[in-house]
Structures are given as structure tokens and as C-alpha cells.
């Protein structure tokens, strides 16, 4: 099978790119000597999850418990779920538990805290520690800090904190500088439980960009980054990786021709309306249009509109994209978390335009 017969639109993965960009990710943290736990959230499978846990300890970090579930039924057991647990939520995690996974959980919340302390077999708890996103955390020297840990008692396990801020920077010296602050408000807020006498077996940090870059990561055990594996081109726009990085495009069929444009069939709901680059030096508009084999041939071709299963694409004068109806090409998207959200599978390509294999995704919460 091959690009040109597939329905549209779909989610591409090149499979030589997604490698490369996991062995980048590992080198840099090998040089640190402080292994990684992928995250799933962007990916949502488990071929994926394979190639990145190859060469680290075998954790992985999810998003939701659908993908906690789904990566436990296929043989992944340590599980973070980096999201602030409710107690709805925290019964399905000892129910995982139970049955044989390990997963960690996370909390900010005195009350959830008690209530985690108080199970007879409580889930391994990280107290999430603000290092500048303003998100969820306390900050390292709260003295709430030490209450959260009381609180859990036996259930404590760590510190974790994610420099979602580093999406503001715009240089590697803004990354390996957001990266510090990162690495050392998770290390204060270890060495102020420890120093209250409290084990803290795991100090987790991490974003793609932060982890990319970072100069030091003393004190840390662990580091999550998840989209780096497909890469976008907002991520390129902040040096995470180059154009040459993004791994997962989305495949589209020509449904209109007009004077300078051309339409599409993938909208708003296939490609997301996602505008991060808006705020970077280039402005992708809604993703950059790419000829079928995923070479930038089209030069400046944007997706300036996206309706909800409509995409209009501006042309780039110096080159026209003669095609018929019916005709595809592939779109590099801003932000490939949300853009692939709305699909349920991959066709994998290696560098060609022969479909190798079909990976299925996990979606739902």
C-alpha cells in the first residue's frame, strides 16, 4: 500500500525520523546519566512506547488512565499518571495496582493527600512542585510542602515539576537557563523532605525542550519529555530539533483550486487550530504543506484557514502546487499533541511513500 492510496485525511509517521529523534533524546541524557521516562500523551502507542523505553528502565509517564490502562494491558507496569489525581480517579489506580501495575500518582491537595496516606495499599505518591509554569505545584519552599509529605506518610515517594514555560523561550540559552530553574526548585524541594526525614526515591523533571537542553541535572532521577518523538513545527521554532525532526504529518487530498489557493480536506478537526507559532519568528499559519514524499517542495505554502474539515492553503508564488482534485500532499502541523488527538491510527512510513505498518493510538480518558 502506498501514501496515495490511503483515505484522508490520516496521520503519517515516518518511522526513520521518529528513531532519530528518540536517539537524539537519549544521547542528550546519557550525558547526564539520568535515564528517561518517555511521555505517552502525545504518542498513545505502544509501538512507540517500545522504541522509546528501549535503552531506559522501562517507565513511562501517560496523561490520562485510558492510556494507563492501555500501556498496562500491553506489558508497561511503571506507570506515572502526571496529572493531579482525584479520588474518582485514585479507586481505578489501586484497582491497576492491584492487579499488578506500579503506578505513581500525583497530588498538590492536603485533602487528597489524607486520603492517599489512609488506603491500606497506597499508590506511590509524588508531591508536584511549581518551577515557574504557574500550572499545578506548590513552590519549593512552601510550608506546605512538609504537610503534603506528613500526610502521606509511607505513600511519599517524590518530587516531580515540568517546566512548561520553556514553550515561551526562544533560544538554547533560555532553554538550558529554564531548565536549571527546573532542575533546582525539584532538588529544593527533595532536600527539604529528606532533610525532615522523609525517603524520596524520585525527583522527576522534564519538557522536551528543558530536557533537550539542560546544562546540569544534579539531583534529578528522572526525566519526562514526550513530544520530541514526533516533533512539530513549533518545536522546531524553538530548537528543540530542525524541520528535518518532525516525524508525523498529516495526509490530505485536494477538494478545491482557486486563483493562489487551494483547499483541502483536513480542517480544524485534523489538524487542530492550534496557533502556536503565531508567537515565533515563522508563522506556520495551521501547518506547512509538504509534497506527498514530505519534502518542503511547495516552499511557503500555508494553511492560513482551517475550518472544521476544511483547509485553505495559501500558495507560495515561487511554487505552485499543480495538482488535480483528488490529488495529496502531507501538512507539517504546529503542535502534533493536538493535532493527532483526533485520529486513531498511524501509517508508518520508512523514509518512502510505501506504507510499512498501521499502529493504532489510544484516545479517550
Known sequence: ???????????????????????VM?????????PLRPHMK??????????????QFGGITVSTLAEAEYFFAHGIVDILYAVGITPQKLAQVVRLNTSGARMIVLTDDPDVATMIGALPTPPRTLIEIDSGEGRGGIAPYDDL??????????????????????????????????????RAAASLAAARLR????????????SSPTARHAENLAGVTE???????????????????????????????????????ILVDAGGMALSKDRSTADTPHDYGFGLALDLAGGRVYG??????????????????????????????????????????????????DGEQEVVAVWPRINGW
Open 300 to 349: 511557503n505554502a500555508i494553511v492560513r484557514r482551517a475550518y472544521q474539515e476544511h483547509g485553505v492553503i495559501d500558495l507560495d508564488p515561487a511554487y505552485p502546487i499543480d495538482l488535480p482534485i483528488g490529488g495529496k500532499l502531507r501538512v507539517a502541523p504546529n503542535h502534533t499533541c493536538m493535532t493527532t488527538a483526533a485520529h486513531d491510527r498511524y501509517y508508518v512510513v
Open 26 to 34: 537519549s544521547a542528550a541524557l546519557a550525558r547526564h546519566k539520568v
Open 195 to 206: 532533610e525532615a526525614g522523609h525517603g524520596i526515591e524520585i525527583v522527576s523533571v522534564g
Open 223 to 261: 526525566v519526562r519529555a514526550g513530544v520530541y518523538m514526533f516533533g512539530d513545527l513549533f518545536q522546531a521554532e524553538i530548537e528543540t530539533h530542525g524541520l528535518d525532526g518532525i516525524a508525523v504529518t498529516v495526509l490530505a487530498s485536494v477538494i478545491g483550486r482557486r486563483p493562489g489557493k
Open 42 to 55: 502525545t504518542a498513545k502507542s505502544i509501538d512507540v512506547a517500545r522504541l522509546a523505553i528501549a535503552g
Open 145 to 182: 510542602l512538609l504537610e503534603l509529605a506528613t500526610r502521606l506518610g509511607g505513600a511519599l515517594s517524590g518530587v516531580m515539576t515540568h517546566a512548561g514555560h520553556s514553550y515561551a523561550g526562544r533560544s538554547v540559552r533560555e532553554m538550558a537557563q529554564i531548565a536549571e530553574a527546573e
Open 1 to 23: 500500500m502506498m501514501l496515495a492510496d490511503l483515505p484522508t485525511p490520516c496521520l503519517v509517521l515516518d518511522r526513520t525520523v521518529l528513531e532519530r529523534n528518540l536517539r
